[in-house]
């Protein structure tokens, strides 16, 4: 016979072992994995292309709509959509580092690459480098996909650098290009290296370590269009670059490739069976911005989207298996469709009138000087230029008299030029001329600038393919990459 004591305790443990078959029942929820949670648990994209727009956010993006429309119609409120605007799914993203609202692209690259914050001018560690975050392009490697890098700046600029380096700072260039030769990944394109041999100029040159690693360096057109899967691993420099080892601007490129031509030769190297990563940076956004070059911007924007219309060929034959996303890591410039001067009127048509980018006017500002000197120069002599090369006929008293005090700038050694607030605040530590003519007919067409830096509003994202839903909503710049990690199948670290 069970006493009441014994029963009792036969109760407990028959519960006991009843909650126990209860909770083997249920399915065991995963533990969540930091970031994970963000992912896509579903199919898996065998494709990723990963499109960052240096600098660019809504209003780059809407003017070079507006500018686009006043190109192929007549109508003076048509504005075109581009490639990556009509994608389905479409979120926001904050910008902001652990050093600053206004981001510079490391911590902002970091983010966009890791999936973590980290500090103004810092690569892929923390801020206080000692933990290194691992990228998205290396998980892929090591998960067996080919990876490519794209930038139409130089390869060891930070955007690029935070997918495949990791260093307390931005300037650390030769570090940086070492970490390239050092990452296996099989395709680099676009710009060159800042400092192949060091600060010094004294160390091994990068490019060299690199061919030792088995990378075949290239940098000639011919040789990079013939460049087929069995070359490997590749690093492929465009020739004749611009100033800062980075490709030219579009508004300015004559027959060099584009970073639309660097994208196909990417995907017809990259491609195999067990897929493959590629960011596509659209760098020199960022520079004409800083430069507040409304037409160089939009020329740049226009480029940068016909590269994604690559992607979007190759997305043709694989629409079950790729993933597109696009997004900006900052704004800059704050740029605005809107000025004071103009109030609720817009005339984007007028930027079109430019024809060259402020980079190569100033080269044209130099030559004046070393012909007329310090003292004679004379706003006459360039009003027919101002005329041919941006349209601007129009010039009243006052834009007269600001190019008259900028041209005066202009002819001063850089070491005499004015340093106080309000030559920084009129032209930013560019070239004096440069700055205004551009500013002028900036604002003429209705487009306004309010700094020579970074802004620290939001930036669109858009996604095209698989997993694209789980780009809509507005989360933090870190979550871009947790998205994409997950939809790709590799864990966030
Ligand atoms: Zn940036």
């Not at 001018?121 to 080919?146: C, H, Q, R, S, Y």
């Not at 992607?311 to 298996?321: C, G, M, S, V, W």
């Amino acid at each position: 016979m069970i006493s009441k004591k014994n029963w009792i305790c036969t109760a407990v443990v028959m519960s006991a072992f009843l909650i126990a078959l209860l909770a083997a029942a249920v399915p065991k929820q995963p533990v969540a994995i930091a970031g994970e949670e963000n992912g896509y648990y579903g199919k898996k994209a065998k494709y990723v292309f990963y499109f960052i727009g240096d600098g660019m956010a809504m209003p780059q993006i809407n003017s070079t709509e507006i500018f686009k429309g006043t190109l192929n119609s007549s109508d003076p409120m048509y504005k075109e959509k581009l490639n990556f605007t009509v994608f389905p799914y479409q979120g926001m993203q904050t910008t902001h580092s652990t050093s600053s609202f206004i981001t510079d692209s490391a911590a902002a690259g970091t983010a966009l690459a890791t999936g973590h914050k980290t500090a103004n001018d810092v690569v892929g560690v923390d801020p206080t480098n000692t933990i290194k975050f691992k990228t998205m392009a290396e998980m892929a490697k090591e998960k067996g996909l080919k990876v490519g890098i794209v930038s139409s700046v130089s390869i060891d600029h930070a955007t690029p650098a935070v997918f495949y380096a990791h260093e307390p700072s931005r300037n650390n260039f030769y570090e940086i290009a070492l970490a390239m030769g050092n990452s296996g990944f099989d395709y680099f394109a676009g710009g060159g290296l800042l400092s192949p041999t060091g600060k010094k100029k004294d160390l091994p040159n990068a490019l060299d370590i690199a061919k030792q690693k088995g990378y075949k360096v290239v940098n000639s057109q011919e040789e990079i269009m013939r460049l087929a899967k069995n070359d490997g691993k590749v690093i492929a420099i465009q020739p004749d670059l611009a100033a800062e080892e980075a490709m030219q601007y579009e508004i300015d490129r004559t027959n060099q490739l584009s970073l639309a031509d660097f994208t196909r030769k990417g995907i017809e190297l990259l491609d195999n069976p067990n897929g493959f990563f590629m960011m596509v940076e659209g760098g020199k956004i960022d520079w004409a911005c800083h430069a507040n070059d409304a037409a160089t911007t939009v020329r740049d924007v226009m480029a940068f989207d016909n590269a994604i219309a690559e992607a979007l060929k190759f997305y043709a034959k694989h629409p079950t298996e790729t993933l597109i996303v696009v997004t900006g890591d900052h704004e800059t410039g704050g740029m605005s469709i809107g000025f004071s001067g103009t109030k609720y009127e817009t005339f984007a048509s007028k930027i079109n009138k430019q024809t060259m980018s402020f980079e190569e006017f100033d080269k044209k500002i130099k030559a004046y000087r070393a012909t007329v000197g310090e003292t004679n120069a004379n706003l006459q002599d360039w009003l027919p230029i101002l005329a041919s090369e941006f349209g601007l006929v129009d010039l009243t008293a006052y834009d007269k008299q600001r190019l008259s005090d900028a041209l005066a700038q202009s002819m001063l050694d850089s070491k005499k030029r004015a340093k106080d607030e309000q030559t920084y605040l009129l032209y930013g530590g560019y070239e004096p001329f440069s700055m205004t003519v551009t500013h002028i007919l900036n604002q003429k067409a209705g487009i306004g600038w309010t700094t020579y830096a970074h802004t620290g509003v939001a930036v669109p994202v858009f996604a095209q393919g698989v997993g694209g839903e789980k780009f809509q909503g507005y989360y933090d710049n870190t979550d871009v990459a947790k998205k994409i990690m997950g939809i790709m199948g590799v864990k966030f670290q």
